[in-house]
């Protein structure tokens, strides 16, 4: 059973910066796929940005695009999201996902595994 659990959240300005990391344990990490979703109040799970198991590959949303930047460390079994010029409209859950393919996906359902998310909210 692979356990993910993000850390990193917290309330920032505007314009401000976060940094989110997600361990994993349970499974072989660096083979796998991973990806950052968010879900604001009251509107559909959103991909963000993901990475592939070699870490050689990425596809990122645009409205992050030159802001939020993902890497992974395989020997930690850690993911990042490297997150600035923060905007209101970035406040968020933010979650982590595994999926059981090494290339990335956009759609959430094409992971397997979730953490329980960690909140960001993006102050005016």
């Known amino acids: 059973q692979v356990q993910l659990v993000e850390s990193g959240g917290g309330l920032v300005q505007a314009g401000g910066s976060l940094r989110l990391s997600c361990t994993a344990s349970?499974?072989?990490?660096?083979?796998?796929?991973m990806g950052w979703f968010r879900q604001a109040p009251g509107k559909e799970r959103e991909f963000v940005v993901a990475?592939?198991?070699?870490?050689?590959?990425?596809n990122i949303a645009d409205s992050v695009k030159g802001r939020f930047t993902i890497s992974r460390d395989n020997a930690k079994n850690t993911l990042y999201l490297q997150m600035n010029s923060l905007k209101p409209e970035d406040t968020a859950v933010y979650y982590c996902?595994?999926?059981?393919?090494?290339?990335?996906?956009?759609?959430?359902?094409?992971?397997?595994?979730w953490g329980q998310g960690t909140q960001v909210t993006v102050s005016s």
């Open positions: 349970g499974r072989t990490f660096d083979n796998y796929a």
């Open positions: 996902a595994q999926r059981r393919q090494r290339a990335v996906a956009i759609d959430p359902l094409e992971y397997d595994y």
């Open positions: 990475i592939s198991g070699s870490g050689l590959s990425a």
